[in-house]
Antibody, heavy 117, light 107 residues
Framework: EVQLVESGGGLVQPGRSLKLSCLASGFTFSNYGMNWIRQAPGKGLEWIVYISSSSSYIYYADTVKGRFTISRDNAKNTLYLQMTSLRSEDTALYYC??????????WGQGASVTVSS | NIVLTQSPATLSVTPGESVSLSCRASQSISTSIHWYQQKSNASPRLLIKYASQSISGIPSRFSGSGSGTDFTLSINRVESEDFSIYYCQQSYSSLYTFGAGTKLELK
């Protein structure tokens, strides 16, 4: 069974940093591109970043470019999102999602991030 | 960035009705559109890929059509479990975008 489990969320003050992890199981992680998508409370889905299977290609949405960094460790089947200079508008549920060519065919349950003083 | 406009924002229907949800792209994106369903307090689920390709395990009452800038998700005879929010997403550009969603609610 394909599983994606996010962790590392929590309450953080504005301007501080936080690192999310997404542990993958049930498939060959190194064969798939991965994404982070977030959803602010009561709002829609916002794609924020993609990383290819070998980390050769990385694309960021303008809203997080320069502040967030995606990475992966294929030996540990884990995807990461390093978030710095956090703002209140970064408050959201953060999902990792597997990418099968283009569509996102498997999603985690999400990690909640709240940016507040 | 490619903007996806979904309409209507909310659709009120009774079970058994058939419905069509629209997604319009700000530029031509061929068939690089995918549809997701998100039930309350749950993660999104892929319903349709590349505008019209079915997904294993998804009921056959869900279908998609369109190309270029106009796309449609159709649900034939809505069932109670279908009341959710539906999102379209484009992969034509490497900067992916989602539409704002259409909420399908019980009339």
């Amino acid at each position: 069974e394909v599983q994606l489990v996010e962790s590392g969320g929590g309450l953080v003050q504005p301007g501080r940093s936080l690192k999310l992890s997404c542990l993958a199981s049930g498939f060959t992680f190194s064969n798939y591109g991965m994404n982070w998508i977030r959803q602010a409370p009561g709002k829609g889905l916002e794609w924020i970043v993609y990383i290819s299977s070998s980390s050769s290609y990385i694309y960021y949405a303008d809203t997080v470019k320069g502040r967030f960094t995606i990475s992966r460790d294929n030996a540990k089947n884990t995807l990461y999102l390093q978030m710095t200079s956090l703002r209140s508008e970064d408050t959201a549920l953060y999902y990792c999602a597997r990418q099968e060519y283009a569509p996102m065919d498997a999603w985690g349950q999400g990690a909640s991030v709240t940016v507040s003083s | 960035n490619i903007v996806l406009t979904q309409s209507p924002a909310t659709l009120s229907v009774t079970p058994g009705e058939s419905v069509s949800l629209s997604c319009r792209a700000s530029q031509s994106i061929s068939t690089s559109i995918h549809w997701y369903q998100q039930k309350s307090n749950a993660s999104p689920r892929l319903l349709i890929k590349y505008a019209s390709q079915s997904i294993s395990g998804i009921p056959s009452r869900f279908s998609g059509s369109g190309s270029g800038t106009d796309f449609t998700l159709s649900i034939n005879r809505v069932e109670s479990e279908d009341f959710s929010i539906y999102y379209c997403q484009q992969s034509y550009s490497s900067l992916y975008t989602f539409g704002a969603g259409t909420k399908l609610e019980l009339k």
